[in-house]
């Protein structure tokens, strides 16, 4: 086996060196896919209907109330949304609001009212997404600092939005978001691991390897922490529901109309639901470690997610894609360098074992909760994919790439 951890052997990125990361594709040293600055928390007054409705949502879902209220909503003008921050907020809060409306009463909603309809396709078009409430809007833009002096990180982060609220829904998005800061030095890493594979300094490489693989733990560790204040029960039963989408799903075959939207010309669309698959962390991490995944159905799905990422983030994933070869580097040199082999293989193992957990909280949260549930298909996500396949399929592969 390959060592898995060595306190000598943790390595810290040299974040100066990664500055052009963040102005060209939106990801930070220290961040990762989560933005600079912490998301808006507010939006200017003009659009104080949506924050009212947002503020009022936990509480308005247990009323029956909910839907009529959101068709009386007028069709605001976005043109007063004058930055990306803003234009984040407004889509966070229309998303909500668009899934409370369609999943919130007894059956699925078939239309969207023209109020959310509307403008939430209009911030659409500017973010380069689909209308519809995508990872984005539910992880990276949704949370605040207790303290805006210590780090992103569990225990000093909250959420801005909830559905239904309380300890279960919180703590499952937070700890997506704790994933997503952690994985920010990996990402640096991957970048610098590329320039040295590149130029052949392979001592360089070795150490932004380390760096890799000492964040990528990090990673596991928090993701490791979900059952501490996540219930499978609640989780399935409470928080599950308002994420789906309709594409995929059988209680709307056909998809939603958004009413109001003439591109859309009066036609049901169908989008997916909200999905850890629309992270930008694995994609990019496979790409710098050279991990392939064998063709079948469920790749177009995944490439299809991409589509639900920002725009620079996808970017992102495929100019790692099309960099310099890690692996060929430390194939080449897995005699001469055993500790670039090991290193290249503790990133895989930690990458390897992050998988096995999201897999094991994908039978225990969502495949096993199905059972006894007819209207939840079994071992189908909230994007619309059996995912109990694809998960241990790509844990599978992840492995088959340790190098001997």
């Not at 990801?27 to 600079?36: A, M, S, Y």
């Amino acid at each position: 086996m390959f060592p898995l951890e060595n306190p000598k052997r943790i390595v810290k990125v040299e974040v100066s060196n990664c500055e052009p990361l963040w102005r060209e594709f939106e990801v930070h040293p220290e961040r990762g896919f989560l933005p600079p600055l912490d998301p808006l928390e507010r939006l200017p007054g003009e659009f104080d209907s949506w924050e009212e409705l947002a503020g009022d949502l936990p509480k308005l879902l247990v009323t029956d109330k909910l839907r009529s209220i959101l068709e009386q909503l007028p069709v605001l003008e976005v043109t007063g949304l004058r930055n990306d921050p803003e234009y984040q907020r407004a889509m966070l809060i229309l998303s909500y609001l668009g899934h409370a409306y369609v999943w919130g009463g007894a059956k699925p909603a078939h239309r969207i009212p023209a109020g959310i309809a509307v403008p939430w396709y209009q911030i659409s078009q500017r973010l380069g997404r689909p209308p519809v409430l995508s990872y984005a809007s539910y992880a990276l833009h949704n949370w605040r600092r207790i303290n805006p002096d210590e780090a992103v990180a569990l225990g000093n982060i909250v959420l801005l939005q909830n559905f239904l609220g309380g300890m279960d829904e919180e703590w499952f998005i937070l700890v997506h978001v704790d994933i997503e800061a952690k994985a920010g030095p990996a990402l640096a890493a991957g970048v610098l691991a590329q320039r040295a594979a590149l130029e052949g300094r392979l001592e360089d490489l070795e150490r932004h390897l380390l760096a890799l693989a000492s964040s990528s733990k990090a990673m596991y560790e928090t993701l490791s922490r979900m059952p501490e204040h996540c219930d499978p029960y609640i989780y399935y039963h409470r928080v599950r529901p308002y994420i789906h989408g309709w594409k995929n799903h059988p209680a709307l075959p056909e998809g939603v109309i958004y009413e109001g939207v003439a591109a859309y010309g009066n036609r049901p669309q169908q989008f997916r639901g909200e999905t850890g698959a629309q992270s930008s962390i694995v994609p990019s991490l496979d790409a710098v470690l050279g991990i392939a995944h064998k063709e079948d159905p469920l790749r177009p799905y995944l490439m299809e997610m991409r589509d639900y990422m920002p725009p620079r983030h996808r970017m992102f994933i495929e100019t790692l894609e099309n960099g310099p070869s890690i692996r060929d580097q430390v194939l080449a040199h897995r005699r001469s360098r055993p500790t670039l082999r090991d290193a290249y293989n503790d990133c895989l193992l930690w990458i390897e074992r992050f998988r096995s957990k999201h897999l094991e909280y994908a039978a225990t949260y969502i495949h096993r909760q199905s059972q006894d549930r007819a209207s939840n298909p079994t071992g189908v996500g909230t994007g619309g994919t059996p995912f109990m396949q694809y998960l241990k399929k790509h844990r599978d592969e992840t492995s088959e790439h340790l190098i001997r």
